[in-house]
T-cell receptor, first 114, second 111 residues
């Protein structure tokens, strides 16, 4: 299993540009989520999905869209990039609900918006 | 969601045992305590999870007193590669868990 994969690893955008961060998992996990981590901070939840076709907002959803058309993929779209979205983005997945199932994190995408 | 409090940083030397304590006074009856480890430029990695008393795996031990208002992650005989940030989280038993990561404890292991 490759686990949770994210592309790209690094990205530089200009203010106003849009892009999609890709996330895929091959563990047949039901739950997937996106977090952002700013320097020296913990992770904050952006959006999450409890299954294909079902998504919901996390703590900091503004400026981001998600969709979940398949179990494997959970892309994160930045609609109009802003410098405040400069951060490291992590995708995570878990088998199912509840604290009994550990979350697996991808390697992250480091995004810089100029 | 129960809020957690951990020391911001800790220093240790190779071969020592490190204990990181986390306070979670408002933990609910159905909540579990989970610890994650994060190396620089990597995503967090699950270390250990427990509900009460003691849990041990090949990496660490987790001690939870009877009142469950705190927990202690114990790393035996740390090495330089244990230098990382350690996060204590409290998670409910069911439903999607919106993990709440604080700033964690930055552990620095020196030779």
């Amino acid at each position: 299993n490759a686990g949770v994969t994210q592309t790209p690893k690094f990205q530089v955008l200009k203010t106003g540009q849009s892009m999609t961060l890709q996330c895929a998992q091959d563990m047949n996990h039901e739950y997937m989520s996106w977090y952002r981590q700013d320097p020296g901070m913990g992770l904050r939840l952006i959006h999450y999905s409890v299954g294909a076709g079902i998504t919901d907002q996390g703590e900091v959803p503004n400026g981001y869209n998600v969709s979940r058309s398949t179990t494997e993929d959970f892309p994160l779209r930045l609609l109009s990039a802003a410098p405040s979205q400069t951060s490291v983005y992590f995708c995570a997945s878990s088998l199912t609900s509840g604290g009994l199932y550990e979350q697996y994190f991808g390697p992250g995408t480091r995004l810089t918006v100029t | 969601l129960a809020k957690t409090t951990q020391p911001i940083s800790m220093d240790s030397y190779e071969g020592q045992e490190v204990n990181i304590t986390c306070s979670h006074n408002n933990i609910a009856t159905n909540d579990y305590i989970t610890w994650y480890q994060q190396f620089p430029s990597q995503g967090p990695r699950f270390i250990i999870q427990g509900y009460k008393t003691k849990v041990t795996n090949e990496v660490a031990s987790l001690f939870i007193p009877a009142d469950r208002k705190s927990s202690t992650l114990s790393l035996p005989r740390v090495s330089l590669s244990d230098t990382a940030v350690y996060y204590c989280l409290v998670e409910g038993r069911t439903g999607f868990q919106k993990l709440v990561f604080g700033t964690g404890t930055r552990l620095l292991v020196s030779p």
